[in-house]
């Protein structure tokens, strides 16, 4: 962002929430920045989960339309068909598949991850399932729902893919975190409330904190020339899952929400514009690395000991697998 102006508006912007986190936000910069549309797509293979609705279903649709050859995972079959019909009705081509897992079942994702590396070369993997889950449930290998299906999932996924990754020259590995980390410290220990404790909300932010802590500790092991880390956080986007598991905060600020596209714009740009491997472990929201804090306690005393014991605790609970 080069255009002075623009750049004092995004800031203006970066330093309340309302204006940045919603459709404000993308608007303004959007248009004063003059984006561009995203490049082509033809030859590039990229894996995404959660594809089937909102943000993961746009980000997906405009991947294909991009010439991209896209496989997304899904968790039921009926739904999977219905979405690979209409991706490649829009797109245009057919070189659109899925597979079924999900992705808080370990033995699932292994086998996802070697049905990906016999095919090959894989330029961008897209870490995007998540909901918040309102009471606590147990996945197939007995951990708790939240952390098994957006956190052992995805860490056991990327660990396998590497490979296929490296092979692309850099890979790029996407992860879809939330504006709500910003109200949570990162805590290992916290990260598997009992049931006595256990509060969807907090569950989901504390993940999505984690997720930013494992996704510089991703950056720290992997040459950037080999595969490169970002997450980002789409801002408040008007999504079936956020009117399900946030009502009231969907029916309030409804005129101001993002829509799945404008939510999903930074992601296709991350899987997409060469500028996006010329970093690594970048938090970004509307095309610009950002702040990971908002409020100076939820910032860590070790981050790189934050680091070391989640990668140790991933590695324990997803190894036998």
């Not at 009926?78 to 991706?87: D, I, K, P």
């Not at 095919?119 to 993997?125: F, K, P, Q």
Request: proline share 5%; charged share 25%.
């Amino acid at each position: 962002m080069k255009n002075p102006f623009a750049l004092a508006v995004d800031e203006l912007l970066e330093a309340t929430v309302v204006g940045s986190f919603s459709r404000l936000g993308y608007v303004a910069r959007s248009r004063l920045a003059a984006w561009e549309d995203a490049p082509s797509l033809e030859g590039r293979r990229i894996l995404v989960t959660g594809a089937t609705s909102g943000l993961g279903r746009d980000c997906t649709q405009r991947l294909a339309s991009l010439g991209a050859t896209v496989t997304f995972v899904a968790r039921d079959e009926t739904r999977a068909r219905s979405t690979l019909s209409e991706l490649v009705a829009h797109s245009g081509h057919d070189r659109i598949d899925f597979l079924i897992a999900d992705t808080s079942d370990l033995a699932a994702i292994r086998r996802v991850a070697e049905t990906m590396n016999e095919r090959g070369a894989l330029d961008v993997l897209i870490h995007n399932a998540g909901a918040i889950t309102p009471a606590r449930t147990l996945s197939a290998q007995g951990y708790e729902m939240t952390v098994a299906a957006q956190l052992l999932g995805p860490f056991h996924l990327t660990q396998l893919l590497l490979p296929s990754l490296r092979t692309a020259s850099p890979g790029r590995v996407l992860t879809v975190a939330s504006g709500g980390l910003y109200s949570q410290r990162f805590d290992l220990v916290g990260l598997e409330p009992d049931e006595a404790h256990y509060d969807g909300v907090t569950a989901y932010a504390r993940v999505k904190r984690a997720q930013l802590v494992l996704d510089h500790a991703w950056a720290h092991r992997v040459d950037r020339r080999e595969v490169v880390f970002h997450a980002m956080h789409p801002g408040w986007t008007d999504t079936p899952g956020l009117a399900a598991s946030l009502p009231r905060f969907h029916s309030v600020m409804g005129p101001l929400l993002r829509t799945p596209a404008q939510g999903a714009d930074t992601l296709v740009w991350l899987a997409s514009d060469p500028r996006a491997t010329e970093s690594t472990g970048g938090f970004w929201l509307d095309r610009r690395t950002r702040h990971e804090h908002k409020v100076p306690w939820t910032r860590s005393r070790d981050p790189r000991g934050d680091e070391e014991r989640l990668w140790k605790w991933c590695v324990d609970r997803t190894a036998p697998y």
